[in-house]
């Protein structure tokens, strides 16, 4: 299906578009979901194909579908949105590959902690308007400060899947 990604500016369709977590907790005996209602982004097509961009997610918006988890996760002990509201990946280049996957090269922030993320995503749809991607990687949240573990109930990675669909911008 290998297609020509239109060049110019495009932007993240929040309606469209989805970010959820998972993590095995109680000592991998639970895996704990979660949405992120508050998405958003925007992204430039360079002539070359090659493409740069931001996905801002706000961190008060996870839902985990536990309000008392909610409030644990917005706490100093993970997220700290008090001082931290947002999480953002500053996508440093993304080049699309002849199998329709996308190489993405960026810099991943939470709670003021920047660390350099790379991953495949796949693009599972593309016209002259409209875009979408899906990706699924996995963070250490250790990395990011995020090492509240008591009696050693969470261990290993935070899975992260987005769906992120991006519409094309009217040229000025």
């Not at 008392?68 to 440093?92: G, I």
């Not at 409209?130 to 990706?135: I, N, Q, R, S």
């Not at 090492?147 to 050693?152: A, E, F, S, V």
Request: avoid cysteine; hydrophobic fraction near 45%; glycine fraction near 8%.
């Amino acid at each position: 299906m290998t297609v020509a990604v239109e060049t110019g500016t495009w932007q993240l369709d929040p309606a469209a578009s989805t970010v959820t977590i998972r993590h095995r907790t109680m000592w991998g005996l639970v895996t704990v979901k979660g949405t992120f209602a508050a998405v958003t982004g925007n992204g430039e097509v360079r002539p070359d194909g090659s493409a740069v961009g931001t996905i801002t997610l706000d961190a008060a918006s996870l839902d985990t579908k536990s309000a008392k988890r909610d409030d644990h996760l917005r706490s100093a002990d993970f997220f700290d949105v008090a001082n931290h509201p947002e999480l953002t990946f500053a996508v440093r280049s993304a080049e699309l590959r002849a199998d329709d996957t996308v190489h993405i090269v960026g810099q991943l922030t939470a709670r003021g902690v920047s660390r350099p993320k790379s991953f495949v995503a796949r693009l599972v749809g593309a016209d002259a308007d409209a875009l979408t991607l899906d990706a699924e990687f996995s963070v250490d949240r250790d990395q990011f400060g995020m090492g509240w573990n008591q009696l050693g109930m969470i261990r290993g990675l935070t899975t992260v899947a987005a769906t992120l669909r991006f519409t094309r911008t009217a040229a000025a």
